[in-house]
Every structure is written in C-alpha cells, then in structure tokens.
C-alpha cells in the first residue's frame, strides 16, 4: 500500500478512492449494447440483405451526390451572406443594421420547410420575374418556374435561411475580439474594411469554425426537407424505390448509412479545421494538442 508523508515524520496509508456508481453504469451500458448489437444481427426485419441490394444502386448514390450539391452550394450562401449580414448588422447606419436585423428574425422566425415551399410556388406569387429599373422599365423577363426551377428552389431556401443564423454565429466571434486591437488598427489608420479583413476575422474564425462546422453537418441532413418539393436529394431517391417495392425499412437504413458516412467525413474535417485554427493558443490544463 502507497503512503504519503504529512507532516514531519507522519506516515499514512493513502487508499484510492473508489467510484462504484462508475462501474454500475459502465455495466449497464455494457449490456444494453450488447442487447442492441444483438438485435441488430437477429432480428430479420431489418433485411439485411436488401439493405447491402440498394446500398450502391446508382439511384441511391446520385440521390447522395445530389444531397452533397445541395449541401456545398447552400452552406456557402450562408456562409457569404452571414458574414455580410453580420457587417451589415454591425453598422453604425440604423437603416443598414435595421435592414439587417430584418432579415434575420424573418428568417429565423419562419419554418425552413415553409420557406421551403414557398420558394417553390414562386410563381403563384409572381408569374413573371423581370430584372430592370426599379419602379422603370424592365430589361430581361421570365416565367417565374423556369427562372427558378426545382434546384434553385431548394438552393435558395436552404440558403438563405442558414445566412440568418450564420450572421448571428459571426456577429458573435467577431465581438469576441478584444476591440483594443480595432482601436489600434484604427489609430494607425487603417480603414474598417481592411481592419476587418486582416485583424478582426482571422481571430474570430476561432470563435466561428466549431458553429460553423455543426451548422454545415445540420445542413447535410436539413437537406432532407426538400423531397417535399421532389427535388431527388437522397431520401427521395430512396423513398420513390421503397414506393415501388415497399421495402419501406431497409430502404430508410441504406439512407441513415449514407447520412451517418457523410456526416463522420464533415466530423473530421470540423476537427482538422479546429486544430488548424487553434494554433498559437495555449492548451487548458490536461488537454493535449
């Protein structure tokens, strides 16, 4: 048995201290694992077999290309138009920020899916959608559904409303920065813009990949909405097969699969990014780098 000195010449047994509510859940999670892994080989509903079928069958993999498009194209309106709004926000004009502020408790304060959908029905709204002079002459006009087809709707809907949010996680980083160095940046004149660009963003991106990171992996799956308006992202690839051959569970699973392996390749390029941006930060006690 260990012993420690207290004192001067003192001697005492030191006895480890145990954590049996550790081990009890340790154990209980243990078997309940087992349990799961258990039913999963057993249980001859889930269909397997048809699972491995349409795992690579070429309508479910464009349906996956498809939802990674979507993804791409709508995480980087989001990502330019937050950090636009997010300057916008900041503004010291009260037209400029309201306008701004606008934006972002409309669309944060409506469904994705109805944003969705009413992109979608554009042209009950505006049968013809024209570019000109405003109040003037237009110069090139167009029916509205062809002008925004199925992709451009989904794009935009997604699009637009993860700019809301990404302007709020921006805003919030960019706060994060001590203004001392602002204030300096400005006393040896440089200008907002290029205090902003080389000073003040490279230091919050700090505080903006982790959110940003978990916002382009919400929108991987969010992408899911749009099959409401059958757009062919994945899950509608899958529903029209398991329509066709009512294989409606095996079917799901091969979608979940293909969410789960995407998702884990977002996962590790978050943390590659964090570690990348981390740098030059000194480590909290017990954390590794």
């Known amino acids: 048995m260990a012993t420690a000195g207290i004192g001067v010449g003192v001697d005492v047994d030191a006895v480890p201290l145990r954590h049996p509510g550790r081990w009890a859940a340790g154990v209980v999670i243990l078997v309940f694992a087992a349990m799961g ?6 249980n001859p509903n ?9 795992l690579f069958a070429e309508p479910v993999l464009r349906g996956m290309w498809a939802t990674v ?3 791409v194209i709508a995480m980087a309106i989001g990502v330019v138009g937050g950090i636009g709004l997010a300057i916008l926000r900041m503004s010291p004009n009260p037209v400029v920020a309201g ?3 606008l ?4 669309f944060r304060g409506t469904p994705l899916l109805v944003q969705i959908l009413f992109w979608s029905f554009i042209g009950a709204l505006y049968p013809r ?4 002079i405003p109040f003037g002459p237009s110069f090139v006009s167009g029916d509205a559904n062809h002008v925004v087809p199925l992709f451009a709707a989904a794009v935009l809907g997604l699009g637009l409303n993860e700019a809301a949010y990404m302007a709020e996680i921006v805003r919030a980083g960019i706060n994060g920065v001590d203004a001392g160095q602002t204030e300096a940046a400005s006393a040896l004149g440089m200008p907002r813009a290029l205090t902003l660009r080389r000073i003040v963003l490279p230091q919050a991106m700090r505080t903006i990949i982790p959110p940003t990171g978990n916002e382009t992996i919400s929108m991987l799956k969010t992408t899911s909405l749009v099959s409401v308006i059958s757009y062919n992202e994945l899950l509608n690839a899958t529903r029209l097969i398991y329509a066709r051959n009512f294989q409606t569970v095996p079917l799901l699973i ?3 699969l293909w ?5 884990s390749v977002l996962t590790a390029g978050q943390h590659q990014l964090e570690r990348r941006f981390a740098r030059g930060i000194l480590p909290r006690v017990g954390e590794r780098r």
């Open 259 to 263: 969410y789960l392996a995407l998702t």
């Open 129 to 132: 959608l024209s570019l000109g």
């Open 46 to 54: 889930f269909q397997w077999g048809t699972v491995g079928d349409y």
């Open 103 to 106: 934006y972002i408790w409309f």
């Open 99 to 101: 306008a701004a502020w």
């Open 69 to 71: 498009y979507l993804t």
């Open 254 to 256: 091969v979608a979940a």
């Open 37 to 42: 892994v258990h039913s999963l080989a057993t």
